[in-house]
């Protein structure tokens, strides 16, 4: 499947974005408050954005619970219609662009608009070359029992189990391990 640079940023913002939800009561959202928000916008180097207030805070809180909720979906249909609502919802205009030193690409939102409509389109349509490629299955949660973070697979052979196989992934292979150490000594 090839990705393009915007789509691969797009998948990089909306599951960093999804990732900043609490899993449970017992962890502090990552997107408290407008700085951070500011934040976020800076890291993934969103154009046209303007100045953000409590407003978009909560919009884009709205966005990511949809978001978290294709992550989740079951099946393609159901992943389709949840980008569908939330792609038209966002009032898109697809416009081609060159901006800040980047090749020609598609910008899915309208210009001006908010930042959860920036990623509502944005984000919405990456995930949506997925599901019409047929690779919605692609759109995982991570398998640890301890973690639920969402990534997108993009491995060959679409084996990628752990949203990171440096922390998840070790830790349980160690924990198996040390199981089976244990089971053999007695």
Known sequence: MLITHDTRCALDAVVDLVNTAPEDD?????LPDVAALENFVRTHDFSDVGVLSEFDLSAVRK???????????????????????????AGTTPRLTDHDGYD???????????????????????LAFFVVAGEQERLRRCEAPDCRRAFVDLSRNRSRRYCDSRTCGNRLHVAAYRARRKEAAG
């Open 26 to 30: 017992t962890v502090p959202d990552a």
């Open 63 to 89: 966005v990511r619970g949809r978001f978290a909720a294709i992550f989740s979906a079951s099946d393609p249909r159901t992943a389709a219609g949840l980008i569908n609502e939330l792609v038209a919802a």
């Open 104 to 126: 020609w690409h598609v910008h899915y939102f309208a210009p001006g608009a908010s930042v959860a409509d920036h990623l509502a389109a944005d984000c919405g349509m990456a």
